[in-house]
């Protein structure tokens, strides 16, 4: 079945340091790929999504590619901030065999120290 | 304001006592779904409704059940919960599918003693 296999926490980088949180998948079909995030105490939220190979997703600094060849949709940030503190999810939909099941990677947690 | 409203946010009970959490979108969307997440491993689909009527097990369906009576309502039900059932419970809506960007309730923190 399909899977998600995250990179292992938790990460501590220092203010205005490069971010990147590894994510491959195996899917049977053309899965669509997403990043969300869970701040403290709330649920998750929606950070970026990518649809199709070699599609790129970006939001609020963050960015991930769909790479059907390493079939992989790796996290990065050029410079994370403090408020960047958070757990960050990859997932996968792949709803093309009629199947509408969302799989979720364990999970990230990424502390920024000032 | 658009919202996915859960209830109770959070509830201690004991083995074998029947409970239901709720959970309520306004959003008039299609998809709704249940979780539950666990330290170490992160979220796990439990149940899934594509519309009225019509629902679908996730990866841990075992010893819960759904209903999807009304589009704006998908309960989650325990009818014997366990210790092992102890976890965070997340609903979660989208517009018509999973591969939408998901709307996400704050969480239901339950502890089965």
């Known amino acids: 079945g399909d899977s998600v296999t995250q990179m292992e926490g938790p990460v501590t980088l220092s203010e205005e340091a490069f971010l990147t949180i590894n994510c491959t998948y195996t899917a049977t079909g053309y899965p669509s790929l997403f990043w969300y995030v869970q701040y403290p105490g709330e649920g998750l939220q929606l950070l970026l999504k990518a649809t199709k190979a070699d599609d790129k997703g970006s939001n609020k600094g963050f960015e991930a590619t769909y790479r059907k060849e390493t079939t992989s949709f790796h996290l990065e940030k050029g410079s994370v901030q403090v408020s960047d503190s958070a757990v960050y999810f990859c997932?996968?939909?792949?709803?093309?065999?009629?199947?509408?099941?969302?799989?979720f990677g364990t999970g990230t947690r990424l502390t920024i120290i000032p | 304001e658009a919202q996915v409203t859960q209830n109770p946010r959070y509830l201690i009970t004991v083995t074998g006592k029947k409970l239901t959490v709720t959970c309520s979108q306004n959003?008039?969307?299609?998809?709704m779904s249940w979780y539950r997440q666990d330290p170490g491993l992160g979220l796990r689909q439990i149940y899934y409704?594509?519309?009225?009527?019509?629902?679908d097990k996730g990866d841990v369906p075992e010893g819960y059940k759904v209903s999807r009576k009304e589009k704006r309502n998908f309960p989650l039900i325990l009818e014997s919960p366990s210790p092992n059932q102890t976890s965070l419970y997340f609903c979660?809506?989208?517009?018509?599918?999973?591969?939408?960007?998901?709307?996400f309730g704050d969480g239901t923190r339950l502890s089965i003693l």
């Open positions: 979660a809506s989208s517009l018509w599918g999973s591969n939408q960007p998901q709307h």
């Open positions: 997932a996968l939909s792949d709803p093309n065999f009629g199947n509408e099941k969302l799989t």
């Open positions: 409704s594509m519309n009225v009527e019509v629902t």
């Open positions: 959003m008039n969307h299609e998809y």
